[in-house]
């Protein structure tokens, strides 16, 4: 089982990032997909997930209106689009599968930073 983040980067205030999570190695389409973030010193905390089928979505409050999960089950892939970026979204992003099982990537750096 893999999941493996990528699109993370140094990107100035109000700027835009793409994450990306590749899956492999189980049903990805059976799963719900989730991204997370954990910033030094904090708590790694919920940003967005979404349903098996994509029908379902929910997004974290200080990343409403700015953050937009979305996944393509026929590439096994989950992406987080983020918009107007602010230093406090500074932190390791970490994608994870939850259904019968539970997995973790290894996460990617988002650096929010003028």
């Known amino acids: 089982v893999q999941l493996v983040e990528s699109g993370g980067g140094l990107v100035q205030p109000g700027g835009s990032l793409r994450l990306s999570c590749a899956a492999s190695g189980f049903t990805f389409s059976s799963y719900t997909m989730m991204w997370y973030r954990q910033a030094p010193g904090k708590e790694r905390e919920l940003v967005a997930n979404i349903g098996s089928s994509g029908g379902t979505i929910n997004v974290a409050d200080p990343v409403k209106g700015r953050f937009t999960i979305s996944r393509d089950n026929a590439k096994n892939t989950v992406y987080l689009q983020m918009n107007s970026l602010k230093p406090e979204d500074t932190a390791v992003y970490y994608c994870?599968?939850?259904?019968?099982?539970?997995?973790w990537g290894q996460g990617t750096q988002v650096t929010v930073s003028s």
């Open positions: 994870r599968a939850r259904g019968v099982r539970s997995y």
